[in-house]
């Protein structure tokens, strides 16, 4: 079954791209100069918000007020001459503009929103308007990302959905689906529950990393939260991503936060795959957010298309 949605127009040498700040603040502007100087490498323009190098420290040090880091998204969105969003970094703040965010332009003139962490708040948004946005690398990447981490996104600009093939983790669990991709970072997947703004669970494949959670039984509460909701009985399938300092493990894919993951959805009859190369992690695959994606998993492996 193919569902519908809709896919940002493809990039045309010299297409511009925004570099907006919706959440946390750049700590250091170096940070950005190597996906920076990559976007010039494939051709395009990087054009940065007016904010997004801003710092605003309340509680937390934002890229600006709210109101200004408003101002630059809704800049980007409806700017005709931009053809691409790519987020700085994801932190918080990103549910603060998500209320006053006004679509009806960009709903006509949908273009790539690039980011992760954070920026999954952003993305539920869109998902919710049937419109797909790229759950990848960052301006300001993870340590040392693999090749793939921006080769990817940069072949989505041209038109190239990624096909991924992988290998069997002992945790998966066999099964094929095609449905739409929603999800992203567990945190903020949880924190949207039961909002207005919460992705539709309805016959979907569901994508879900974490980082920095220092206690394991904070997994546990997000995904017994998520079963709370029903999500579980309406998904087609599951698929963990990175799960990265978690308590006391600092590898990027904890074997006691992805067990416990197993052992609370073991009851629900879909396919499962642990240990996706997406999240805070440096081999982050790029995944397509409200798309639709084939997957399969079986004794040969997964194979994930983003069709």
Request: some cysteine.
């Amino acid at each position: 079954m193919t569902l519908c949605s809709i896919t940002p127009k493809n990039l045309k040498p010299g297409s511009r791209i925004a570099i907006v700040s919706p959440a946390g603040a750049v700590s250091n502007p170096d940070l950005l100069t190597h996906t920076h100087n990559m976007i010039i490498e494939q051709g395009y323009t990087p054009v940065y918000g007016e904010f997004a190098l801003a710092r605003h420290a309340h509680h937390y040090t934002y890229a600006g007020t709210p109101e200004q880091r408003l101002r630059d998204l809704q800049w980007a969105l409806d700017d005709d001459s931009i053809d691409a969003i790519w987020a700085t970094r994801g932190g918080y703040g990103s549910v603060q503009l998500l209320e006053h965010i006004d679509l009806s332009r960009f709903v006509h003139n949908p273009k790539w929103l690039i980011g992760y962490s954070d920026i999954t708040f952003l993305q539920s948004l869109l998902a919710r308007h049937g419109i797909e946005s790229v759950h990848g690398q960052n301006i300001i990447s993870t340590p040392t990302p693999s090749a793939d981490s921006y080769q990817n996104i940069f072949n989505l600009f041209k038109g190239i959905k990624p096909k991924y093939q992988l290998d069997n983790n002992l945790l998966n669990e066999p099964g094929s689906a095609c449905a739409t991709l929603i999800g992203g970072n567990m945190t903020v997947v949880t924190a949207l529950s039961g909002t207005r703004f919460n992705f539709n669970y309805d016959n979907a494949i569901l994508f879900l990393e974490e980082i920095g959670e220092n206690a394991y039984y904070k997994i546990d509460r997000y995904l017994k939260s998520l079963e709370q909701t029903g999500a579980f009985e309406k998904i087609k399938g599951l698929i963990i991503g990175g799960m990265k300092n978690i308590a006391d493990d600092t590898s990027p894919h904890s074997p006691i936060a992805q067990s416990i993951i197993a052992e609370r959805v073991a009851q629900y009859s879909f396919p499962k795959v642990f240990g996706f190369p997406n999240g805070h992690i440096p081999d982050m695959r790029p995944l397509i957010i409200g798309g639709t994606v084939s997957l399969r998993v079986d004794e040969n492996g997964v194979r994930l298309a983003h069709l």
